[in-house]
């Protein structure tokens, strides 16, 4: 598996569309989550900064939902945009999605100082709606398991 | 309802339980969310930092997860800290909590720059196991609603 994402769905976002603290490109103080393809499944990497403690040790568990979060979309418009005909770098602008349900298992304490990384994969609901499962490692550790419903981005989002 | 929290259940966390991200007094960098009792729920108020987007006019979602999550622990807390005939400001050390699992569904976008409202019901499930029902306001407007499930803190994670 990669360990450096090359073209990211969120790098092809238009301007207008990457403010995401998750995962926006243009917002200086966000996290600016990564999302690619990593053979059929979908893949962000993440290591938290010195200050996303739960106890000191110990990721904050609000990152750890905010990866699964902004993934969740990224894998959902990676999916649609695939389904398209296009792949991120080919120069095509991707759909935007937002998430309409987050779901966060905590399943152990994840160890703080080692990057993350979030494996997804994607289910169809309906063509602008889906269902994205995440698994969250650290390291070899299982963490947390996540899902995301994300749908294609209303009119209402863009002020229309 | 009442618009400022007199005693928060995260003021009465000794120092080293007080650098979670979202919650905790002594992260300088962190969201300093704090949870008190209003009659017979909880609530906790926050207003996001500018750069808190999803969109620009709109608050970015792992953000509201993250009060969902940070808010269910504390409102676990308060619960069980007055099951044992404590009220926060009394002196007495709470119980703490993890996060089990948290589970949002967003209703409506979240309008950016106003503060927001989370409001919360506890549920004892077992004495050491508690679910948090949560209703997320931006002014009079029903954004999301979230429930967490959260237990007392595990030994495993004081490196016992």
Redesign the interface.
């Known amino acids: 598996m990669e360990d450096k994402l090359m073209n990211a769905i969120q790098d092809e976002y238009p301007e207008?569309?990457a403010?995401?603290?998750?995962c926006?490109r243009m917002?200086?103080?966000?996290h600016h989550f990564r999302t690619g393809w990593s053979d059929e499944q979908t893949i962000t990497l993440y290591k938290p900064?010195k200050?996303?403690?739960?106890?000191?040790?110990?990721v904050?568990?609000?990152?750890v939902?905010?990866l699964v979060?902004?993934h969740g979309t990224g894998s959902a418009a990676l999916y649609l945009h695939r389904k398209n005909g296009h792949e991120p770098g080919d120069g095509a602008e991707p759909p935007r999605f937002?998430?309409?349900?987050?779901?966060?298992?905590?399943l152990k304490?994840t160890p703080h100082g080692i990057e993350l990384k979030a494996i997804g994969t994607v289910h169809e609901i309906h063509p602008k709606k889906y269902r994205v499962e995440t698994e969250v490692y650290a390291g070899e550790t299982l963490c947390a398991r996540g899902e995301v419903v994300a749908v294609v981005m209303p009119d209402?989002?863009?002020?229309k």
Chains 1, 2 share one sequence.
Do not use: I, M
């Open positions: 207008d569309f403010w995401c603290y998750g926006g917002n200086e103080h966000g900064k200050e996303h403690t739960a106890l000191p040790g110990f904050y568990g609000g990152l939902g905010s979060d902004c937002v998430t309409a349900s987050l779901h966060v298992d905590f304490p209402t989002f863009l002020g």
